[in-house]
């Protein structure tokens, strides 16, 4: 229908994100019923998510024709962006920023590296940017799941830890279930996207793909590739998070720092 | 830091604590000894300081000014593991980890590598009332029996000194009684120093033989049951 309206490309794009944000809208409404009160927090990250991606997009644009050291320069401040953005879920916790980033640059970082080395990702810029800032993103999100998991779990469970350290455990062994229980639930997303592949959903590389003109088999392949490669990147990445951030509520006596009204 | 000259029988002293938190003062200036075998009651209102007092005795929370002697040594120079390991504490709600009563005794000695012995185990369960209970799961336990398993642990780390915050708190009547009995029967057959936290003052007569009474974080009235009790 907005085809019909809308002729230029860039005012049918606009179009586009004019309906498919009231449809996000229409969930905040509704969850406003519900008594769960997202608007501000959606309508900010609206916004930002369209300017960010636009800018981003037409920064791209030159980029892409620039030299192969440019990749390197926008994964790093991709990983940074997603350190500061993944590090707010952990609120109260001492340095969750820069854990964040270490975890990211580590795990999603490691990953890249290793894929460009051996030639599953291509090193030319079109492919190598898009392809790490999934893994970056990805891992961001583990992190971030893990990281809130975390932090509630160790609120929830003060008594229980304290209860631990007054027996005389070792910091990091009375916050062990829970760095643990994080670990494994950050990673569900991770593992229901390569379970349900091509059942329940076709992401949107392979779907680019065939756009693009790649074989159908190939595509679905690199489909798989790229999902593998997320799940290693964001295993790893929380895994790096969980064993950094466990230290990080505790005091140099071993105190617990994170506590419900502390 | 520095050491105390050794005093004998004096196992712990605090010495001038002062604790605030976001400029709110929970603790002020208090200070006081405990002798080896006493039983020693810290009562007050509630919103007192009796469990924040309690907390900077085994070092869970950092004193804002002052410190704490264990057996003449400041404990600043102990390592909190080991310091928590003398002071067993006791807390109001037993937060058993999941598993049997054994693993649950067997959490302390194992911090240090150790195990132990299925005979200590047992006997530590029948000093608690709760003989033959090592195979049970802590999830089909009452509330005052997980409150005795919560104690036997504590008792397996072979504790200098227990600190109890209101243990019978969350617990009926009969259980509150048992428990009551437990506390007398391990301070009579250990020869255990203890400092309970109560609000309960006919609890405190019933079991201690020195109260220090709390009041905004101060010491308003320190001496035996006695006299500070029923002055």
Known sequence: MLKLIFHGELQLGLAQAAVAALAALGMVLLARRRGIHLESETLVALVRGLVQIVAVGSILLLLLRGPVW???????????????????????????????TWAIACGAGSVIALMTWLGVIDTAITSLVPVGSMLIANAMNTNSLALNRFRADVLAHAGEIEAALALG???GHSVSPY???????????AIDSLRSLG?????????????????????AVYQFVLLAMVFAASGLTSMISTLMIRGRVFSPAEQLMLQPGK | MSTLPTSGSIVLRADRLFRSVNDKSLVEDVSFDVRAGDVLAIVGPSGSGKTSLLRLLNRLDEPTKGTVYVEGTDYRQIAPRELRRKLGMVTQRPYLFPGTVADNLQFGPSQRGETLPQNAVEALLADVGLAGATARNV?????????????????????????????????DDAAKLGIEGVIQRIVRDHGLTCVMVTHDIAQASRLADRALVLEHGRIVREGSVKEVLHA
């Open chain 1, 70 to 100: 440019t990749s390197g320069f926008l994964l790093v401040a991709m990983i940074v962006a997603a350190g500061a953005t993944s590090g707010r879920r952990a609120k109260g916790v001492p340095g969750a920023f820069q854990v964040s």
């Open chain 2, 139 to 171: 999830a089909n336990l009452s509330g005052g029996e997980a409150q005795r398993v919560s104690f036997a642990r504590t008792l397996a780390n072979s504790p200098l000194v227990l600190l109890l915050d209101e243990p019978t708190s969350a617990l």
């Open chain 1, 169 to 171: 455990a070792e910091a």
């Open chain 1, 179 to 189: 760095t643990q229980a994080s670990l494994e639930a950050s990673l569900i997303p």
């Open chain 1, 199 to 219: 059942i329940v959903w076709i992401p949107g590389l392979m779907a680019g793909m065939l756009l693009s003109g790649a074989r159908p088999v190939y595509a």
